[in-house]
């Protein structure tokens, strides 16, 4: 069964979530606001701790994280264009 945990605020309209390889990163995109906010995850628990938002180019749309784990690519729907973030 699936239980409810706690809800977590990540800007207007999210539409997108990255997870990392190694499932203790998560990073949500937020096409309003134009952000994407980072949480760590606690594997034990499941539960997340949401990080500091960080500005993104116009209508954040998607993300990727490169093979090693260094670094998020968004890609932005209204800039028409894709930012490189280090993790």
Known sequence: SLTAGSD?????????IT???NHLLLFVTSVSDNIVTPFQINRTTGGITRGTP???ENTPFRGAI?????????SNY??????????
Do not use: E, F, H, W
């Open 8 to 16: 977590q605020g990540v800007g207007g309209n999210p539409n997108s």
């Open 78 to 87: 209204g800039s028409n264009s894709i930012s490189c973030y280090s993790i």
């Open 54 to 56: 960080v500005a993104t």
């Open 66 to 74: 490169d093979p090693s784990g260094r670094y998020l690519y968004i």
């Open 19 to 21: 997870i990392d390889a």
